[in-house]
């Protein structure tokens, strides 16, 4: 079975950076039911091309105890070798565990830049009818082709068989793409070659934490990547609804969630959030601060990742805090992943012991919603008295504004906002406090960037000199 994907963005051998696979090589894998390769069969400025081969070997599978074959010889003659199913999935989260997590230590900007991407799947064993494969990549924002082979082509009269070659192309974050591969692979063959329990739904759940929920296909998804056992079907879609309830615009607010409603056609809070997750990863932290956490977006990926010791969100809203205690679902989780996560409610512009010796901190889209004379205190607060080794921080670039019909000129994003700034000022607010309190900072786009106004987001990354 083979997966290829191939990008077009300059430069495409960039590609090799995410997949954390090196271009001039041929890289093997042992796998527990045989082998994976990484190859490129095309590298160029202009596109790039990586595959993942499996070879998969069915007297291993037998060793593995699969016993999923109705007939004697079924252990040693049936499509496994040949298919993509349960088998590719694996594959994928072990070959390309790192770019399926979002991580890329040298290029962690290219993590969260959408790009156009193409992914082939030779061949996809499509257990639900020709159209299925449409009604699952197209709400994903794909174009789909898909070509069906025949059973044997020296035989016409034998029919169609259920194998496609599929190809989807969009314009996705890798990480996006993974892990829509990741999930819905299975979910086509209809069957898994290992156990499937608790850890497989936690597994459905986080994997598909920013999609799976809007999916208007989620429950025959979800269904099938649990093997149609009821209980845990029943147990995810009671989270997935939660979720999906959780996402809703608050029409209670003051704004009305005006900033929601003309962000979401961009995806701008998922790039963001990407972008923040990106940068901590690559800085090493164990520690983590969400300063200004809100209802606890960058909480709930924070704590999928391992590489977080120690996570704590604070914030000056109880309401928030009680909401993210909901989203997190924190009587839930096993003992040991609860914890590593710590709420708190705190104000950013008072001196707070609590906040010391943390490796990185975080403030998503915070600055904005405080008066300026008060920034002088959180400045203090974060940079001089609690003093993480890395700082990630973003806010709304103004200039960008001009690209939402929907905004009034002159109006801000969000009715709490008290200022927005330009890139200028606010690069000269961050060179300023990176100055004063002995920080080193730089800055990066998040979001489509345009030559004139830039992008939607700003993100200044500060580091102790």
């Not at 156990?195 to 597994?203: A, F, Q």
């Amino acid at each position: 079975m083979l997966l290829t994907i191939t990008t077009t963005q300059h430069p495409a051998a960039d590609l090799g950076y995410l997949l954390h696979k090196h271009p001039d090589r041929l890289q093997s894998f042992d796998l527990s039911f045989g082998k994976a390769h990484v190859f490129y069969p095309e590298v160029s400025q202009d596109r790039c091309t990586a595959c993942l081969l499996l070879d998969v070997d069915p007297v291993g599978m037998v060793r593995g105890k699969n016993r999923n074959q109705n007939f004697l010889l079924g252990h040693y003659v049936n499509d496994r070798p040949y298919v993509a199913s349960s088998f590719m999935s694996v594959a994928i989260s072990q070959v390309f565990g790192s770019a399926l997590g979002g991580r890329c230590k040298d290029r962690p900007e290219l993590v969260t830049t959408p790009i156009p991407l193409s992914a082939r799947i030779d061949v996809l064993p499509v257990r639900g009818g020709e159209d299925f494969v449409q009604r699952l990549f197209e709400p994903l924002g794909y174009t789909v082709e898909a070509t069906r082979h025949p059973l044997d082509e020296q035989f016409p009269q034998w029919g169609e068989s259920p194998y496609f070659s599929v190809t989807n192309t969009g314009v996705k974050t890798l990480a996006e793409l993974l892990s829509h591969l990741y999930v819905l692979i299975p979910v086509f063959d209809n069957n898994k070659h290992y156990y499937v329990g608790n850890e497989e739904l936690e597994k459905l759940l986080a994997k598909g934490a920013d999609w799976l929920a809007g999916h208007p296909e989620k429950e025959q998804i979800t269904r099938r990547y649990l093997k149609h056992q009821s209980g845990l079907f029943q147990e995810a879609m009671s989270r997935l609804i939660e979720e999906e309830d959780s996402e809703t615009v608050d029409t209670d607010s003051p704004n009305g969630g005006d900033e929601d409603v003309m962000e979401r056609p961009l995806s701008l809070n998922v790039q963001r959030l990407g972008a923040v997750l990106a940068v901590l990863r690559s800085s090493g932290a164990r520690t983590v601060l969400d300063l200004g956490c809100g209802e606890g977006k960058l909480l709930r990926e924070l704590i999928k990742d391992i590489q977080f010791d120690q996570i704590v969100g604070l914030d000056v809203s109880m309401r928030s805090l009680e909401k993210a205690q909901q989203r997190l679902r924190l009587d839930r989780l096993p003992q040991r992943q609860a914890e590593r996560l710590t709420l708190m409610h705190g104000s950013l512009i008072y001196r707070d012991k609590r906040l010391h010796d943390f490796d990185a901190a975080a403030l998503v889209e915070v600055i904005e919603h405080l008066d300026p004379p008060r920034l002088a205190a959180l400045e203090r607060t974060v940079f001089e008295f609690a003093r993480p080794g890395t700082i990630v921080l973003t806010t709304p670039n103004r200039e960008y504004n001009v690209m939402w019909e929907s905004l009034p000129a002159g109006k801000f994003r969000h009715a709490d906002h008290r200022f927005e700034w330009t890139r200028q000022e606010f690069q000269a607010w961050a060179n300023t406090v990176a100055e004063r309190y002995g920080y080193t900072v730089r800055f990066l786009p998040v979001g489509p960037d345009d030559d004139i106004v830039g992008s939607p987001t700003q993100m200044g990354v500060f580091e102790l000199e």
